[in-house]
């Protein structure tokens, strides 16, 4: 079953709530909350409003980066950048009831996130994007299936990727045949006209790519 995550993002039309609102109204089912540079108070008071939003809809709810707020916001898991804490910390913490998603560029980031336990990978930049500036290199379809190829040689093609970074809806279907298991993205559906319908229209094209 492939996966679409929707990481949130605050913009001039929409605050993160109204961008979590639409992409579960467009039937995502995986939320993440990134909120880079909030305050803890801030984050705790749309994390809470968000866990019954995602609730309400069976949505798997992720927070980026605040391992120490996943168990008092009601959270499933968290998502780990390459500078935030450790895989291996994080899961030290939580335990293993918890789902932690590892950020990777490389294959070695790869299998360091897979020995150390994480659930997913939200690997890229598919191209480059101001939130994932700080990420080298940019990989494409070919770093993909190079990075998809080295899983399979050592046998670790069971862990989830996610391919993220500036991916817009007509670079799906050739982004899924390079045999990731899902897409992450936020700004391509709430540039749309109606972000709404954009996320049922993706999900649409990434259901499509199950037999890929």
């Known amino acids: 079953m492939k996966t679409v ?3 949130t993002h605050y913009t001039e039309k929409y605050s993160y709530l109204d961008s979590a609102r639409m992409a579960l109204k467009g039937g995502c089912r995986w939320i993440q909350l990134r909120m880079k540079d909030a305050g803890k108070e801030e984050i705790v008071s749309v994390a ?4 019954n939003l995602c ?40 335990g293993d009831e918890y789902i932690i ?11 360091k996130h897979w020995l150390d336990g994480v659930n997913y990978i939200g690997c890229g930049p598919f191209r480059y994007t101001t939130t994932k500036q700080k990420l080298s ?10 990075i998809i190829r080295k899983m399979q040689e050592e046998k670790i093609c069971h862990l ?6 500036g991916i817009t809806f007509a670079d799906i279907p050739a982004i899924m045949q390079t045999g990731v298991t899902g897409i992450a993205l936020s700004g391509t559906v709430l540039r749309a006209d109606n972000p709404v319908e954009e996320m049922r229209k993706i999900l649409a094209v990434i259901n499509q790519t199950d037999n890929y």
Do not use: W
Request: with cysteine; net charge negative.
């Open 5 to 7: 995550q929707f990481i």
């Open 48 to 51: 809470m409003e968000l866990r």
């Open 55 to 94: 609730n309400d809809c069976g949505a798997i709810f992720i927070i980026d980066d605040h391992v120490e707020l996943v168990r008092e916001i009601g959270a499933d898991g968290v998502h780990l950048g390459k500078n935030d804490m450790s895989v291996a910390e994080a899961r030290r913490i939580l």
């Open 137 to 146: 290199p940019i990989l494409g379809l070919e770093g993909y299936k190079e």
């Open 101 to 111: 998603g590892g950020t990777a560029n490389t294959y070695e980031d790869v299998k």
């Open 160 to 165: 989830p990727v996610v391919a993220i970074g």
